[in-house]
Each structure stands twice: as C-alpha cells, then as structure tokens.
C-alpha cells in the first residue's frame, strides 16, 4: 500500500471553482486510488493554476479523510514537452531520495504526461508571508533547505537528466536571460527598436563573469516565493524540472529579488546574511567566491524575470504578471547601480531611462 501523507495545502494559488478532470486523467487517478487500497469513488477533482506555466494541476481529495494528491498533465506535444517530462520525474526521485522536501512522485505516465504526486500544501511562502508576517523566521528555514538542495542535489546527479541544458553556462545566460530581456522586454513588450548592438558588451560581460564562478552545485534556477510551500511546520520545494549543475549565488539571487515576495532591504540583507553564516559552515572556503559573483547572478536573474513576465503578458496572454513587471524594473535599476561596474554603464543608461517611464 502506498504511504500517504496527510497534509491538506499545495500550490501558489488558491482554487478556482470544482473542475473535472479529463477523462482519461479520471480514470488514471481512479485506478491509482484503487490499487493504493484507497477509496475511489466520490473523490473530488479541483482545478489549481499553473501560474506560468503550460502544465494543468488538479488536487485530488478524498471524501472520507484528510487525504489529498496532485495531479499534473503536461501532454507530450513536442520534443521538449517529453524532455521536461523526464526531468520532470527523474530528478524529482532525486531529490526525494536525498531527503529535499519535494513532492513524492507515486505514479507517472509518459505516453500522455500524467503525475500522481504528495500534496504540499494549498499556502505559498508569497501567501504565507503576506497572510501572517513573520518573514525573517520563516526565510531562514527557506535558505537552509536551499543549501541542502543545493549540496546534495548535486550529489549522483546525472546531467543527461537535464530537459533545456546541462548546466548553467553562457548559452543560457545569453540565450535564455540577456537575449529574453531584450527580446521580449524592449522590443516585444515595450515596442522599441529591434536592434541593440549597444548592449552585447554589457551582456558577454556579464555572461563572462559569471560563468567564473564555481559551478558544481545543483540549481534549482526558479527558487522563488510561488514554488515554495508552506503546510505547518513543513516547508516543500516545487517545479525542479529546470534542475541542473551550476552556482550557489543564482538560486539565492531568485529568492531575494523574487517581485513576488516584496521583501525590504532589511529583509534581504537578514536573508542574505543567515544564508552566507550556512555556507561558512558547511562549505568552508566557498564564501568569497560565493560574495564576488553573487550581484552579477542576480543580475542575470533579474533580466531573465523581465523577459519572462513579458513574454507571459504579450504572448501567452497572463496580464496578470504585468503587474510585477515595474518592481522587476526597479530592482534591475538598482542592483547595476549598486554593483558599479562601468562596463554595464551603457545597460544602466537604457534600464534608467525605461524606469523613468514606467
């Protein structure tokens, strides 16, 4: 019999009204209830926001207990859909082997992208924070699980798991953060012109300082306030499907500039501070590393959110991300202006002016 967890709360969003799931989920559910020993009549079908992204989730519940799952459909429909699958389940059992607290994966079904998994908890570290306050507290807990993500997902893992690259390199920088920005920022969202020949010395400078620092850790590379849940005491970790091998300060970075979260600079610096007392002591000798390349990372974080939130806006049609697009600005301002390398200058002087405007 299967080992359920009973803990009523999951994702960042709360339900929208009851939805019945596709029929072919239905019964792939109703045989995964019935050869668990659990009941599987009357179990209620909600529909849970994806948030970005393309996946449908649904919270299975049971009538006669407080016991729940998730189910997930993200149909094979391309070549990257069935990788992002694979990454989805494989580095998923890794992680949960290694004692991260990410959902169990009960039962998965390649041929149509369906997921049966543990329910984390309907309340997410944005929700928690802004429902009950206590944000240092709850933060520090936050970055210790991050460390031992970061540590010891790295231990076994197969980069051959990985779904986009396999590992954080100067291609993603480039293609998937820098180019994004200006893609889908500057020239989709806001109208502006199409070329930026101005700004490819600012971005390899970028890419190429980063890619110094040390990069043989587990990135989760979207540790932000939505993929992480709160439930109680339990605090669990979501959406590691973009997982591979790369630096300690990226990760960290998302958390603390995450436009969700609005955490002061107090609160960052608390954040930041009890992260870096971990890492001194179970990493000896990794903190100057960690410190130099730390405002260069969050850097590329930033620009990969604007381009993100963009490209959800104008593309997918989710205006609801529009809203976080001018915070996201702001902290981009201010993180160049706070690194003071003349080398980015020309990306201070068009992420300035755009500020002004918005």
Same mark, same amino acid.
Request: proline share 5%.
């Given at each position: !019999?299967?080992?359920?967890?009973?803990?009523?709360? *999951?994702?960042? *969003?709360?339900?929208?009204?009851? #939805?019945?799931?596709?029929?072919? /989920?239905?019964?792939?559910?109703?045989?995964?209830?019935?050869?668990?020993?659990?009941?599987?009549? %009357?179990?209620?079908?909600?529909?849970?926001?994806?948030?970005?992204?393309?996946? &449908? $989730?649904?919270?299975?519940?049971?009538?006669?207990? =407080?016991?729940?799952?998730?189910? !997930?459909?993200?149909t094979?429909?391309? %070549?990257?859909?069935?990788?992002?699958?694979?990454?989805?389940?494989?580095?998923?059992?890794?992680?949960?082997?290694?004692?991260?607290?990410? +959902?169990?994966?009960?039962?998965? %079904? $390649?041929? *149509?992208?369906?997921?049966?998994?543990?329910?984390?908890?309907? #309340?997410?570290?944005?929700?928690?924070?802004?429902?009950?306050?206590?944000k240092e *507290?709850?933060?520090?807990?936050?970055?210790?699980?991050?460390?031992?993500?970061?540590i010891?997902?790295?231990?076994?893992?197969?980069?051959?798991?990985?779904?986009?690259?396999?590992?954080?390199?100067?291609?993603? !920088?480039?293609?998937?953060?820098?180019?994004?920005?200006r893609?889908?920022? @500057?020239?989709?969202? @806001?109208? @502006?012109?199409?070329?930026?020949?101005?700004?490819?010395? +600012?971005?390899?400078?970028?890419?190429?300082?980063? &890619?110094? &620092?040390?990069?043989?850790?587990?990135?989760?590379?979207? $540790?932000?306030?939505?993929?992480? !849940?709160?439930?109680?005491?339990?605090?669990?970790? @979501?959406?590691?499907q973009?997982?591979?091998?790369?630096?300690?300060?990226?990760?960290?970075?998302?958390?603390?500039?995450?436009?969700?979260?609005?955490?002061? +600079?107090?609160?960052?610096?608390?954040?930041?501070?009890?992260?870096?007392?971990?890492?001194?002591?179970?990493?000896?000798?990794?903190?100057?590393?960690?410190?130099?390349?730390?405002?260069?990372?969050?850097?590329?974080?930033?620009?990969?959110?604007?381009?993100a939130?963009?490209?959800? #806006?104008?593309?997918?049609?989710?205006?609801?991300?529009?809203?976080?697009? +001018?915070?996201?600005? =702001?902290?981009?301002?201010?993180?160049?202006?706070?690194?003071?390398?003349?080398?980015?200058?020309?990306?201070?002087e068009?992420?300035?002016?755009?500020?002004?405007? /918005?």
């Amino acid at each position: !019999m299967v080992r359920i967890s009973v803990i009523m709360d *999951h994702q960042s *969003h709360e339900l929208r009204d009851d #939805t019945v799931c596709p029929p072919g /989920m239905w019964s792939f559910v109703k045989d995964f209830l019935q050869k668990s020993g659990l009941e599987e009549k %009357d179990f209620l079908c909600q529909s849970i926001p994806g948030d970005g992204s393309k996946r &449908a $989730f649904w919270r299975i519940s049971l009538p006669q207990g =407080e016991i729940s799952f998730i189910a !997930m459909e993200n149909t094979p429909v391309d %070549d990257f859909s069935k990788r992002e699958n694979f990454a989805y389940h494989v580095i998923g059992e890794h992680l949960f082997k290694k004692g991260i607290p990410v +959902p169990r994966i009960y039962r998965a %079904d $390649f041929d *149509h992208g369906w997921f049966i998994m543990e329910d984390m908890g309907k #309340t997410s570290l944005q929700e928690s924070c802004r429902d009950h306050g206590a944000k240092e *507290h709850l933060y520090e807990r936050v970055v210790e699980i991050l460390l031992r993500l970061q540590i010891h997902g790295a231990k076994g893992f197969d980069p051959g798991w990985t779904c986009q690259t396999q590992k954080y390199d100067p291609l993603v !920088m480039r293609k998937y953060e820098s180019d994004y920005f200006r893609d889908s920022f @500057l020239v989709n969202y @806001l109208g @502006l012109k199409k070329h930026w020949p101005e700004l490819e010395r +600012p971005f390899n400078h970028l890419a190429e300082t980063c &890619a110094r &620092a040390e990069s043989s850790f587990f990135l989760h590379r979207d $540790f932000q306030s939505r993929n992480i !849940m709160v439930s109680g005491s339990r605090i669990g970790v @979501l959406d590691w499907q973009g997982g591979r091998i790369g630096p300690l300060a990226y990760d960290l970075a998302s958390l603390l500039i995450d436009p969700y979260s609005d955490l002061s +600079p107090r609160e960052r610096d608390h954040i930041h501070t009890a992260y870096v007392r971990l890492l001194r002591e179970r990493l000896p000798g990794c903190e100057e590393s960690f410190q130099r390349y730390f405002p260069y990372l969050a850097l590329q974080r930033n620009l990969q959110i604007l381009g993100a939130f963009s490209f959800l #806006t104008k593309v997918k049609g989710k205006t609801y991300f529009e809203a976080y697009i +001018p915070r996201a600005l =702001e902290s981009l301002v201010l993180l160049i202006r706070e690194l003071g390398d003349p080398q980015l200058d020309v990306l201070l002087e068009v992420v300035e002016g755009l500020h002004t405007m /918005m």
